[in-house]
């Protein structure tokens, strides 16, 4: 055991040194390789504006997946209701759990909005 300490050891101080002799020279061609995203100059507005992008761009790109996907969901489930008698026990096992699991976190959310409590919400 104290063997195997040692050569773990040996390992981290061998990966410090390299790190530490390499780690800039990597960190410079890292940023000159990448400076074509790097905003000049970096000021907190610029900041907060780039941050502000972020959110929204990623908000605008998952709305339309979601739509969509839950667009076919609601078409399948329209289906399946049109052709019940083709429903498989299965299917309406995996759907009851589904709706179960939508009602115990409804019922988490509202737990969690009164406060964390069962019984009244805080005055």
Request: with cysteine; charged share 20%.
């Amino acid at each position: 055991m104290a063997a195997k300490l040692l050569q773990l050891q040996t390992k981290a101080v061998q990966a410090s040194q390299f790190v530490a002799k390499h780690g800039t020279t990597y960190y410079k061609q890292l940023l000159e390789q990448n400076k074509q995203y790097i905003q000049e100059p970096p000021t907190v507005g610029k900041c907060n504006e780039l941050a502000k992008k972020l959110l929204y761009t990623s908000l605008a790109s998952t709305r339309a997946g979601s739509t969509e996907s839950f667009s076919k969901e609601l078409d399948y489930v329209k289906n399946m209701c049109k052709h019940r008698q083709e429903l498989k026990v299965e299917d309406a096992g995996i759907a009851a759990l589904v709706g179960l699991e939508c009602f115990a976190w409804f019922c988490a959310g509202e737990i969690v909005g009164r406060g964390f409590t069962f019984t009244d919400y805080y005055p």
